[in-house]
């Protein structure tokens, strides 16, 4: 008698078990789904602007309007560091992670269209 209830009980763990396998397993794949969308969609907006050819009088303009808060109106730094030769620095990759992601604290995160983005680092890159 003994024998048949621990083997229920064996059986009832086990599926126990197998329920949170599955669980989890299925919050990884949830979890790994979103994540591979999410970089999907980055990688898109990277590729999208590295093709444009930006104008650094519009991202100069852009600049002034966004950044010189932190930046300084000549990019050589108040509250955030100077920007001249950034490029040196930073692939144009790195500097567009940067700036829609605010990487560094006390850096805000930007949403910024592929065509602003573009003329951004193209001024970024009349600095050097």
């Not at 490029?87 to 990487?103: A, Y």
């Amino acid at each position: 008698m003994s024998t048949s209830s621990s083997t229920a009980a064996e059986r009832n763990f086990k599926r126990e078990f197998l329920k949170i396998v599955f669980v989890v397993f299925g919050v990884f794949l949830i979890c790994f789904s979103i994540f591979f969308l999410n970089h999907h969609e980055n990688n898109k907006y990277i590729i999208e602007t590295l093709e444009l050819n930006g104008s650094a009088e519009e991202g100069d303009a852009l600049f002034k309007i966004n950044c010189v808060g932190c930046h300084g109106i000549t990019a050589r730094g108040l509250v955030g560091p100077d920007l001249h030769s950034i490029t040196k620095r930073l692939n144009d990759k790195e500097i567009i992670k940067q700036v829609t992601g605010g990487l560094t604290p006390p850096m805000p995160s930007f949403e910024i269209d592929p065509v602003n983005m573009s003329n951004l680092l193209r001024y970024l890159h009349s600095l050097e």
